[in-house]
């Protein structure tokens, strides 16, 4: 009201200008939100961390700011894992409160090509949490085939994941603490394949011992996961 008294006291409107500009309510006119995203609610996960990326790595904020942004997306993929999570097509999940979280790389070239984090996403948040990144629970077993296995066959440690390896009582490398599966037992000689399947925590834990310390931190930074250091509790989880 203070500017309109002001323009009818200079005389840009007149007296009865101002009047009815006063009694028109402010909400007159206003457009209602719209929260429709103008994107697949597949894309989500992927383009909030694209988003984090280019504004770590230039300062910019993309939704203030007018950039063309290139990435390495395989929609595809993306569209799958989305149908993958929110369908009993692939997988018979056991209710809705089941949740995954999931990232895929190239190995080529190692680009992230599909990411998602959760089953179920509302469609009236943008930009919500990603388990696929935002999460600081321990990685678990999910480490045993990148920390102990991978290097262990690029190394030369073993030649096939029919190698055998063996299931059998065994105690941290240089101490007197027993490593355990989770059922307190062994299977004795087993594939590396067969050991994987069946998450066998001895088996990891020796491979680790094979490949060295050293070399698995090596072999983890060319992943892009960098330990301050690493030990060999690492072999069966984070």
Do not use: C
């Not at 090509?113 to 949490?129: E, K, P, T, Y």
């Not at 590396?192 to 069946?198: D, G, I, N, R, S």
């Amino acid at each position: 009201n203070l500017v309109l008294s002001e323009m009818k006291n200079q005389g840009y409107i007149s007296a009865e200008q101002y009047e009815k500009a006063v009694n028109t309510p402010i909400t007159d006119g206003l457009q209602s939100l719209k929260s429709a995203s103008n994107y697949p609610a597949y894309m989500d996960n992927y383009l909030k961390e694209v988003i984090n990326q280019v504004e770590e790595e230039t300062g910019y904020n993309l939704l203030t700011t007018g950039m063309d942004v290139y990435t390495n997306v395989d929609q595809e993929a993306q569209k799958h894992l989305w149908d993958i999570y929110n369908t009993d097509e692939y997988v018979a999940y056991p209710d809705d409160e089941l949740q995954v979280a999931s990232t895929i790389v190239d190995v080529s070239n190692g680009k992230v090509i599909a990411q998602l984090g959760a089953r179920h996403q509302s469609s009236n948040v943008s930009f919500g949490i990603n388990q696929a990144v935002e999460t600081n629970r321990d990685w678990g077993s999910t480490m045993k085939p990148i920390t102990d296995y991978a290097p262990a066959l690029e190394y030369g440690v073993y030649d096939s994941t029919a190698t055998i390896v063996h299931d059998e009582p065994y105690n941290y490398p240089g101490t007197d603490i027993p490593v355990y599966n989770w059922d307190r037992g062994y299977f004795g000689n087993i594939t590396l394949q067969y050991a994987l399947q069946q998450s066998r925590n001895v088996p990891a834990v020796e491979t680790l011992n094979k490949v060295g310390l050293n070399r698995a931190k090596t072999f983890l930074n060319g992943l892009g996961i960098d330990y301050p250091s690493i030990h060999y509790s690492n072999a069966i989880s984070s």
